[in-house]
């Protein structure tokens, strides 16, 4: 890198200066590119908003000091074998970018695997950390299933749910991607130490946090968008009522992720928060690995999981079609639904003989009861 | 009764001639009446399709001879306490005419409970004969807890769920309805004969089956619609896939009734049709008894249980009347919506926000990753 500062070199200064999710930076890093927001910074013209005063501090040192910062902090990663992933790489996982001005800066990565082709197979599995062996038998189980599927695994490397999805893949030989909250070199809890040494082996170590950063309480909570972004689905095997893996589910949710949830005995408080995302939230209600898989590979997409659970995609999108007041005519009813006529009129006379629509006149409307109801299939 | 046949006598007498849910029968008695129906079939004018012959031979018998069977019927009925009621009838429940012509002619019911009275506050409890522990304990926790808020019990009087339920109603002081396949008069199982004695006086027992007639296999499967129709709700405890409960909750979803399922561990095959329910057919899952009510009572109702769990009812509506392909403008909008251009805009304001629509030039459409998503709460 030596004493030019480069994309890669501005983003990890950025990643040390401003905390992880700083949306102001990233939305100005993403307009105009890293190397320009330092600039800024070091030449003073910085217009980065700074509620901490570290812009304050950083902007006293020259563009020639920033530049060996970065090349000090890259060697040092290079020596312990992390490297820096960033938008525009080979291995940037091209999905967080769906986080916006959330998305991190840049990745920090340490393992054998490419992150971003392992993360096009894989799904989220988060969950308590005071799991119960029911728990954690499910979460072994699901990520031996997913490993043997050729899933990547990812979760927290945290006690309980995460260790035993993260075991479970690696006792199927698969491989399993960890987020930290911490920086990758900084195995927490320490006594997940081995385990994060195995994973790193068969797998990938991936924070944002710069290396050497400490996990620290707020950093659990961004660091979950991570988790959330990285996979096409989450599941949450396991968690109470107040759990951190919630954060994760919802932000799977806001992402439009496949969100799971496995139940659990009711009077386990450790399946409440499951429940309480199946009830309130919509996730899907999953009872094996098999299940989880084929939600996510659509096998089972023509499971509904909404109030009408026995209409079918062309039914579905007929009866959105069809008014709640006045009646419309078939054919505004086929426009709307993006349906031909004929198809429009199969489905209405489906909607009709399920009580949903009604005939009226020359038109079709809604059925009076025909809300919220839920038909057999 | 005398030697006259009125519509009371009439009906007892097809439903001893018919078995129950014979659609012909009952469309023609909806019709025509019941008096019509024995009248045409002793005259020999009759015209109700039999399949199995019992027309052939009852057409054999005089007016009079229908008569005073009729009335036999009946004394012997007075004598053990029960009475037959049919629509109009001031015990008649209602709700029971949702099913049309698979709606019973009349029910036998014995018992110091009204039944009509009771069933407007009522939740049917269904579930496996082969409970466990877990399953049991939570049937009889909702009986108690039912019977506490003033609400009826009602379930079939079988081994596990059905009797802990009934049970749990009773230890509570609460009125508890049991609908039996066979005669109210014939205990089903034997060994429930003591429990059946106690539904009796504090509850009701309710049959469309005449008095005498045996528990056989094909009754309980009709017996479910009436436990499905009699109540505004019906709550799956434990059930295995493929357990007889099932018809009673696919019975309560085609009649538009509440279906909640309490979830179990995924473990156990008797929450397996619990778990298939909430899954596949949308049952809401409920984890106590409190839920339950809630549920039914509609303090729940604010939370949704579909793919849009976070929307509101404004934002549903409004994006059930945005189309999926060509954009619609506003005014067309709020028409299907059955709402006004100002809580329709809001209302689209709020879907952009979340990503489910897009304005398009004048108009509005669909977002294109706007189906089947979720949203975080």
């Known amino acids: 890198m030596g004493g030019v500062i480069d994309e890669r070199s501005a983003r990890v200064l950025l990643s040390i200066w401003f905390e992880s ?99 096009l197979r894989s799904i989220s599995v988060v969950g308590a950390r005071s799991a119960t062996s029911y728990g954690e038998g499910l979460a072994r189980e699901l990520g031996a299933h997913l490993a043997e599927q050729g899933w990547l695994t990812v979760s927290g490397g945290a006690f309980g749910i995460d260790a035993a999805a993260h075991r479970g893949s690696l006792i199927a030989d698969g491989a399993t991607a960890c987020v930290l909250a911490g920086g990758v070199d900084v195995p927490y809890p320490r006594s997940h130490a081995d385990l994060m040494a195995r994973i790193r082996e068969c797998g990938v170590l991936v924070s944002e946090t710069p290396l050497g950063g400490a996990a620290m309480r707020h950093r659990f909570l961004t660091r979950n968008r991570i988790i959330a972004a990285l996979s096409r689905a989450t599941v949450m095997v396991e968690a109470a009522l107040r759990s951190g893996s919630r954060t994760t589910a919802k932000e799977a949710a806001a992402l439009r992720r496949v969100v799971m949830a496995f139940p659990g005995p009711v009077t386990s408080p450790m399946s409440a928060g499951c429940h309480a995302l199946i009830r309130d939230q919509g996730a899907h209600l999953v009872t094996s690995p098999r299940e989880v898989l084929a939600f996510v590979t659509g096998e089972l997409l023509d499971i509904p999981a909404g109030d009408a659970p026995s209409l079918a995609w062309r039914e579905q999108r007929v009866l959105d079609a069809v008014p709640v007041r006045r009646p419309a005519p078939l054919s505004s009813i086929a426009q709307l639904a993006g349906l031909g006529t004929r198809e429009a009129m199969a489905g209405l006379g489906m909607l009709d003989a399920l009580g949903y629509v009604e005939r009226r006149g020359e038109g079709w409307v809604r059925s009076s009861a025909g809300d919220g109801g839920m038909l057999a299939g």
Request: no cysteine; charged share 25%.
């Open 21 to 119: 999710a700083d949306t102001t930076v990233v939305a100005r890093v993403r307009a105009r590119g890293a190397l320009d927001v330092v600039n800024r910074i070091v030449s003073g013209r910085r217009s980065v908003a700074d509620k901490r005063g570290t812009a304050g501090r950083i902007a006293e040192i020259t563009m020639d000091e920033a530049a060996a910062r970065a090349q000090a902090v890259y060697d040092a990663a290079t020596r312990i074998g992390a490297r820096y992933v960033i938008p525009g790489d080979a291995e940037w996982p091209t999905q967080l970018d769906d986080l916006g001005d959330r998305a991190p800066l840049g990745l920090w990565v340490a393992g054998a695997g490419d992150l971003r082709l392992l993360a």
